[in-house]
């Protein structure tokens, strides 16, 4: 479907997060979102970057992606005929890596043209495999384990899926054999945010005693031969997250067995058609994928809803209520969790939320329209 791209908003909120997130490259209590509205004839399509405050998940933060949509995407996108958003990637500039602040505007693209063409986004992108999503937690690191047990027990009763925690050097082990301890058989898995080396393989290993689902990103954010060498020690699963930034890399690392689950992030892989693609190789592969989460407004949440419904994400994802993360989220109605743990998908054309634009307004910090 042809549309032409008339107007681009960047737009930067500040929104305080309910609770501190914690991960093993900080604490954030604080979520600067770079929002993206793409408008052709007079609709808009909305995305979200998804990139941090700082450089510390990856190298991209909420300045640099800024910088990279006004001065380099925006131009070569502005005013241009553009065949469908399946093909967005195309036109954009070969800057090299980056790919948070391509995969704003590549999915505000796919969200304008899932408007213009009055159909879900869901449908637009290939997906619908499922009518609702199984739904898990991210837990960052808390202050005690305590409150962390404390913690995981209000998600659990709220009906969540899994229950993923964040661990570090000096909290990791008897951390996880606590939680364990508390709650034997739940869907459990741990993510360290490339916290170790392979010179910790030993010291990893202990948690193949306590039956994770999968260990997630243990190693460096670039790595891949490591993770390989480190799965063949390990019985639990190690999951792929930071690694993965391309069907390429997915390729890569499931050919030297690097990982048997793939974490599918839009914005690190740049959007839904590469998303699309990595997805593809895993299913070829048998490697199951599940949707990340990157504290995301209710723009990026909703995208990940879309992308949960193609048919290789089996495993719940990061992706979780509205609620848990915002006193008041920017689209209306927020995202809901059902009592069963999943999140159903809806019909209304393109994301299939309404902005609330009033909220928008009031907690942008700043706007710039390129024409
Ligand atoms: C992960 N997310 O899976 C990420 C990491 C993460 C939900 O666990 C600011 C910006 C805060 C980016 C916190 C979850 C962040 C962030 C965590 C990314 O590894
Ligand atoms: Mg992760």
């Given amino acids: 479907m042809a549309f032409r791209i008339e107007r681009i908003v960047l737009r930067r909120l500040k929104m305080p997060l309910r ?20 408008v052709s004839e007079g609709i808009s399509g909305w995305g979200e970057v998804t990139a941090g405050e700082h450089p510390f998940y990856n190298e991209e933060w909420t300045d640099s992606a800024w910088l990279i949509l006004r001065d380099y995407v925006a131009p070569a996108v502005l005013g241009r005929g553009l065949d469908s958003a399946a093909q967005a990637g195309a036109m954009f500039p070969r800057v090299r890596g980056h790919r948070m602040a391509l995969g704003g505007l590549e999915a505000a693209l796919w969200d304008l043209e899932a408007r ?17 999503i199984p739904c898990g937690v991210s837990i960052g690191i808390q ?50 945010n490339s916290a170790y080396t392979i010179n910790d393989a030993a010291h990893l290993k202990q948690l193949d005693a306590y ?30 997250d930071e690694s993965i930034r391309s069907a390429r890399h997915a390729e890569q690392a ?55 419904t193609l048919p290789n994400f089996v495993l719940p994802g990061d ?26 998908i809806r019909e209304e054309p393109g994301f299939g939320y309404a902005l609330d634009l009033d909220y928008v307004r009031h907690v942008t910090v700043q706007e710039e329209t390129l024409r």
């Fill in 211 to 240: 039956y994770l689902m999968m260990l997630e990103q243990p190693l460096a954010h670039d790595d891949i031969l490591d993770h390989a060498a480190l799965q063949l020690q390990l019985d639990t699963p190690i999951c792929l």
């Fill in 116 to 132: 213009l063409a009055g159909e879900p986004l869901w449908k637009r992108i290939g997906g619908g495999a499922r009518r609702e």
């Fill in 254 to 308: 499931i050919r030297a067995g690097a990982c048997r689950i793939i974490n599918i992030k839009l914005g690190r892989v740049g959007g839904f058609a590469e998303a699309r693609r990595v997805h593809d190789v895993a299913q070829a592969a048998g490697v199951p994928v599940w949707c990340g989460g990157m504290l995301e407004s209710g723009v990026g949440r909703a995208h990940n809803i879309a992308l949960a």
């Fill in 319 to 344: 992706v979780s209520a509205s609620k848990r993360y915002w006193q008041r989220d920017i689209i209306e109605p927020p995202v809901e969790v059902t009592p069963r743990g999943t999140i159903e």
């Fill in 19 to 38: 609770h501190f997130f914690e991960t093993s490259f900080g604490r954030t209590t604080e979520r600067q979102i770079l929002l993206v509205e793409a």
């Fill in 143 to 192: 202050d005690s384990v305590a409150q962390l047990l404390e913690k995981i027990a209000v998600e659990l009763e709220a009906g969540y899926q899994r229950i993923k925690i964040k661990i570090k050097p000096g909290w990791d082990v008897d951390v996880v054999r606590e939680v364990r301890e508390r709650f034997p058989t739940i869907k459990l898995m741990a993510d360290a």
